[in-house]
């Protein structure tokens, strides 16, 4: 029977957190995403009640009030900040390490001898913020490392250092 050693040293996290107006971006993700179709599914079943069943709005306003509208209340006002807190990135002498998620949080760390590409992504959203994304890809079966929510001149910086880490030619 093996014992687990709780005494072993702890990850920290990476030391450099993302752009600060990634907040608002997972903001307008949120409304876009889950918040605003929920409203709108909420909105749209109230109005046909208030239509052709005014009976039911007493048990089906309290439903849509629990199951829709303060889950994506929630979803809105919890979501950007705490992913906020948990988003980091750190690029070493040798791994790239990244915290992500805000639920469910990954940390990872990727030796640079195993990256095979580096890519900058700038969605249409993050674009209005002046945000990009870093992807760097292993082959790993764990997937791609993403560092998200970073200003683009942070992005293409840190792309570039990367790349020169890693020894990957750009495409």
């Known amino acids: 029977m093996t014992m687990l050693n709780t005494s072993a040293p702890r990850l920290r ?18 409304l876009l995403t889950v918040t605003g179709p929920a409203f709108l599914v909420a909105l749209t079943m109230t109005t046909l009640s208030l239509l052709f069943f005014p009976g039911a709005l007493g048990w089906l306003g309290p439903l849509l009030l629990g199951v829709l509208v303060l889950p994506g209340l929630g979803y809105l006002l919890v979501m950007p900040p705490w992913r906020y807190r948990v988003h980091a990135w750190e690029l070493g002498e040798h791994a790239v390490y990244s915290a992500s998620g805000w639920f469910w949080q990954r940390r990872r760390i990727t030796p640079l001898t195993k990256v095979q590409t580096v890519d900058t992504v700038i969605g249409p959203i993050q674009r209005g913020f002046g945000l990009a994304t870093v992807i760097v890809t292993t082959a790993s079966t764990a997937g791609d490392v993403r560092i998200s929510g970073l ?19 750009e495409a």
């Open 151 to 169: 200003a683009m001149d942070e992005a293409n910086e840190l792309a570039r250092r990367i790349g020169e880490a890693a020894a990957v030619e």
């Open 13 to 30: 996290p990476p030391r450099y957190r993302v752009d600060p107006s990634a907040r608002r971006w997972w903001t307008v993700q949120a």
